[in-house]
């Protein structure tokens, strides 16, 4: 089992900038995939970042260029988010994957408006 805990969201004015922490109840550093994920209003949870055990990397199109996922070698998972839209606010879920297993935190709402 592993137990995932965000931190960071808040509400931002557009343009602004956030940066999201996950940690891990134990080592996730190998073989496990991280990721953050959204979820607005109404909407379908999506992707938005995602590290993989050999720091491979994944974006969703609509984070390119704005957002950056990192991760340490032992429990933390992190997302700087810039030039924050409007668009981008939703709960956002720390993901961690291996094989079969599949966690998530409890989410952190990030909310952008002026």
């Known amino acids: 089992q592993v137990q995932l805990v965000e931190s960071g969201g808040g509400l931002v004015q557009p343009g602004g900038s956030l940066r999201l922490s996950c940690v891990a109840s134990?080592?996730?550093?190998?073989?496990?995939?991280m990721g953050w994920y959204r979820q607005a209003p109404g909407q379908e949870r999506e992707m938005v970042a995602i590290i993989g055990p050999g720091a491979t990397l994944r974006y969703a199109d609509s984070v390119k260029g704005r957002f950056t996922i990192s991760r340490d070698m032992t429990k933390n998972l992190y997302l700087q988010m810039n030039n924050l839209k409007p668009e981008d606010t939703a709960v956002y879920y720390c993901n961690a994957k291996y094989r079969t297993e599949n966690y998530w935190g409890q989410g952190t709402q990030v909310t952008v408006s002026s």
């Open positions: 134990r080592n996730v550093f190998n073989g496990y995939f």
